[in-house]
């Protein structure tokens, strides 16, 4: 017999009036979102805050521009479902998920409940709390895609990642070792351990050390930096081989990148994520294996979304930050 959950009519969320400063969340309560065809309704139990939620708060992404407001933020998530699509689909409610969701086109996650389409949405991996598998979705996703999907990471190859300790850098060094690669990563002194320990074989403190003065040219670059800071992306096509792959991820990061590729003699690509919960399952699967570790900075209650998002404005957060839900 298929489980039934109550679902209320209005819910608590974290919501932004317009776009400004983090001070400007506060709490709300707002209709529970609805749910269409091939949509799942998740109870949400933890979700992360990532740099994109940041920069739609303050109105530095066009998506600012799109929502509706107040406005909900907020991408991933984990939690149990609340309502499915149909009696019999596999995400039956009660089951224990994580996934992530798109906003304008959906109410975010920074909430009690959240709808998403059903393929964004996988099982939770079962080694991980609910906080633990909050952080991974959006910043997996990214990693997955850039690494595995575009740069095709294999035995013999060398990957140079940039911002190996942060929450997408964490996902990419670990793939990426996974699938045979040599793994050079960039971090912070107070970081380089911990992106040993994830599987890079040779990490460069950027705070003391200019890496393209440290490497022999590699076959990748994934720089999830961008020339926002002391111009990484340039810096980046000269460690390149000839004809060599330079894949850019921060959404505006490198508004130069193809001209400068193109005199340097190597490709480039942007990255843009695509959720998928086929790929989620394939994560969930490797987690489970104990080939994959999350690593959560810190987490905040949902009532102190304010402080997450100030947190993540750092830029010096170890992993991801989360928001609990109770």
Do not use: C
């Amino acid at each position: 017999m298929t489980e039934t959950i109550a679902v209320p009519e209005s819910m608590t969320a974290i919501v932004v009036d317009e776009p400004g400063a983090a001070e400007t969340l506060h709490t709300a309560t707002v209709p529970v979102p609805p749910t269409y065809i091939g949509d799942v309704l998740v109870k949400v139990a933890a979700a992360s805050v990532n740099p994109i939620d940041t920069k739609i708060r303050s109105g530095m992404s066009p998506t600012a521009k799109a929502l509706s407001y107040p406005a909900t933020l907020g991408h991933d998530f984990s939690g149990t479902v609340a309502r499915s699509p149909y009696e019999a689909h596999p995400l039956k409610p009660g089951t224990e998920v994580y996934g992530m969701t798109r906003i304008p086109r959906y109410t975010g996650s920074h909430a009690e409940y959240v709808s998403a389409p059903t393929l964004a949405v996988a099982p939770k991996p079962k080694r991980l709390s609910l906080a633990e598998a909050a952080a991974v979705p959006l910043a997996a996703l990214t990693a997955w895609g850039a690494v595995v999907d575009v740069a095709r990471a294999h035995y013999g190859q060398r990957i140079l990642i940039h911002a190996g300790a942060g929450g997408v850098g964490q996902f990419a060094v670990q793939f990426a070792r996974f699938f045979g690669a040599d793994v050079i990563s960039t971090a912070s002194s107070r970081n380089l351990e911990f992106v040993r320990s994830l599987g890079a074989g040779r990490v460069i403190d950027y705070t003391s050390a200019r890496f393209e003065d440290e490497i022999e040219p590699v076959d990748v670059v994934i720089d999830l930096i961008g020339n926002v800071h002391e111009r990484t992306g340039s810096r980046s096509l000269q460690v390149l081989k000839p004809r060599g792959l330079y894949v850019n991820v921060p959404t505006g990061s490198f508004p130069e990148m193809l001209a400068e590729a193109d005199a340097a003699d190597v490709v480039a690509t942007r990255f843009t994520l695509t959720p998928s919960g086929e790929v989620l399952a394939k994560i969930a699967r490797l987690i489970d294996m104990g080939e994959v570790t999350v690593h959560v900075d810190t987490t905040f209650p949902l009532a102190e979304a304010a402080a997450a998002h100030e947190a993540v404005e750092t830029g010096h957060t170890r992993g991801k930050v989360v928001l609990t839900i109770d």
